[in-house]
């Protein structure tokens, strides 16, 4: 059983305890997983911090804030008894960016890429998880927005996938 429950698992399996994760919680709290609310709470507070100069209350920790936080814990100490995680300066293979580019332009890119993807969940309504947990409950806009992100999402896929083999071909016929 340790084995099974420390080796790694097929999607297929992945996806079933997932799937009755989202089912247990729903049942437990009454109300499907999400992280909007979350976003919400703490995007408010810093807006109220940057306006007011000062900090009034904290935010208030509930299961949604927690689960933020869960997520970053959570997948940190997969990624280490995995052992996958590795803790990097500077990303291996090397580049032209030199110090500079490694060290100020690359997480300012990370971070970036991280509010786009914060403001894309926030237009969109709803947190990723909240969508499979409404898609679970058979709503239809969920089971729309799966299926538009696994479209886009594969279609993405393919045409770099193509993109990638073009530039390796033309490093091989240069060598």
Do not use: H, N
């Not at 790694?8 to 909007?36: C, E, N, Q």
């Not at 060290?103 to 914060?118: E, K, Y």
């Not at 237009?123 to 927005?145: E, K, M, N, Y």
Request: net charge neutral; proline share 2%.
């Amino acid at each position: 059983m340790i084995k099974f429950i420390t080796g790694k698992w097929s999607f297929y399996i992945s996806g079933v305890v997932i799937a009755f994760l989202f089912v247990l919680t729903l049942y437990i709290l009454d109300t499907p997983v999400g992280m909007s609310d979350a976003y919400l709470m703490l995007s408010e507070y810093c807006r109220d911090f940057i306006y007011k100069r000062r900090i009034d209350e904290l935010p208030m920790l509930d299961w949604q804030t927690g689960f933020l936080g869960g997520i970053l814990i959570g997948a940190l100490i997969a990624s280490i008894v995995g052992g996958e995680w590795k803790f990097k300066i500077f990303p291996e293979g090397g580049s032209s960016k030199g110090f500079v580019g490694f060290s100020v332009i690359t997480p300012l890119q990370g971070i970036a890429g991280g509010f786009l993807v914060m403001l894309g969940l926030q237009l969109a309504g709803d947190s990723f998880l909240g969508q499979w947990a409404a898609a679970i409950q058979l709503s239809t806009g969920a089971w729309i927005f799966l299926l538009t992100a696994l479209i886009f999402g594969g279609l993405t896929t393919f045409l770099l996938s193509l993109k990638a083999g073009e530039a390796g071909k033309g490093k091989k016929g240069g060598d």
